[in-house]
């Protein structure tokens, strides 16, 4: 068993927002980097700590935590879509090792996911179907949050269960930093909106999924003119965390309430559980060392953008 990490933030704006030439080619090296790491590492098999952003997961039946033992990418803003080539038998075997210590993860076996969780593969290896690919639903974007302490602990037993495996594994975290897009909320939504959260209707049509998404390419214009009614990105706050991430002592992290993390770093913020799940994945493994690291607040993403890769210590 070998276990290696990729987090990274994902913004459906990278094709839409503009943020000059200089940070464009600044991430384009990032995503270059990772690419490189992630290639020359080669995983069998890839552990994908994924949100949703109401594309999958709704207030009809919203959970912690799911793994998927099947999964469908629904294709939102223009995404890869189609079934993702999850194997049966480790998702299982995960799910089974988690519930047995105390972590009460769901499963599905049908999982659908948005591009909050496939971009990394489609940016990593221009399809998603690349790899065999386990989907961990990690709830950042519908509150009522569960203590990050559980999701520190839910990471660490997915890494207990990774050193049974005879195999080389890929440990990707898809979210944050800070940001706060308009993803519509059940406290402030419209009676039109709630029933888009609930689910009640099941998937959006196309014209709803287009307003929704043209709401978000609206709000990422104006915010990068500074004009956005949107929370500011919080760039100490991503660098605090990170710097724990990369300390190997998340612990300090316990402590972080949700209200804090929404009114520091916004209403999405919370997809940094992705990032937590997977260090401590690695972390429960053994000593790490963050080997790539790149951050950058970018407006015209509604991101606080970073991406980083960490191995184990010999
Ligand atoms: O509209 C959505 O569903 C999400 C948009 C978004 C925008 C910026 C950064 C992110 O992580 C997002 O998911
Ligand atoms: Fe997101």
């Known amino acids: 068993m070998t276990v290696a ?3 990274m933030s994902h913004s459906p704006l990278l094709e839409h927002g503009d943020p000059g030439p200089e940070i464009k080619a600044e991430v384009e090296s990032a995503f270059e980097a990772a690419r490189n790491f992630v290639h020359e590492y080669d995983p069998d098999v890839i552990i994908n700590f994924g949100p949703d952003h109401y594309n999958g997961f709704f207030y009809q039946l919203m959970p912690a935590f799911c793994i998927g033992y099947d999964a469908v990418s629904i294709g939102d803003y223009g995404s890869q879509a189609g079934q993702l080539n999850v194997p049966r038998d480790i998702a299982q075997g995960l799910a089974e090792f988690v519930i047995k210590r105390g972590i009460d993860i769901a499963i ?11 971009q990394p593969m489609e940016i990593m290896y221009g399809d998603i179907t690349a790899k065999p690919f386990i989907p961990v639903f990690i709830n950042s974007v519908a509150p009522p949050f569960t203590p990050l302490q559980r999701v520190r602990l839910l990471g660490e037993a997915i890494g207990e269960y990774l050193k049974t495996l005879d195999k080389k594994v890929l440990l990707i ?3 944050g930093l800070s940001h706060d897009p308009p993803v519509p909320r059940l406290a402030t939504a419209t009676e039109e909106q709630r029933r888009m ?4 209707d099941g998937q959006q049509t196309p014209e709803a999924r287009a307003a929704r998404q043209q709401r978000v390419y609206d709000t990422a214009d104006a915010f990068a003119r500074g004009e956005a009614n949107i929370k500011d990105l919080a760039p100490e706050w991503d660098q605090e965390l990170m ?4 300390s190997g002592d ?3 992290i316990d402590s972080w309430t949700p209200e804090e993390m929404t009114e520091i770093a ?3 913020s919370h997809e940094v559980r992705t990032w937590i799940a997977a260090y401590a994945a690695l972390g429960a493994i053994g000593t790490y060392t963050v080997q790539y690291s790149y951050y950058r607040p970018i407006r015209e993403y509604i991101a606080g953008f970073g991406v980083t890769t960490a191995v184990l210590d010999k």
């Open 5 to 7: 990490l990729l987090a």
């Open 266 to 268: 916004g209403n999405s």
């Open 197 to 200: 959260l609930i689910g009640a």
């Open 108 to 118: 599905s076996l049908k999982m659908e996911v948005d591009h909050g969780a496939v």
């Open 243 to 246: 710097k724990i991430l990369a």
């Open 250 to 252: 998340l612990s300090p």
């Open 173 to 175: 975290a898809s979210g």
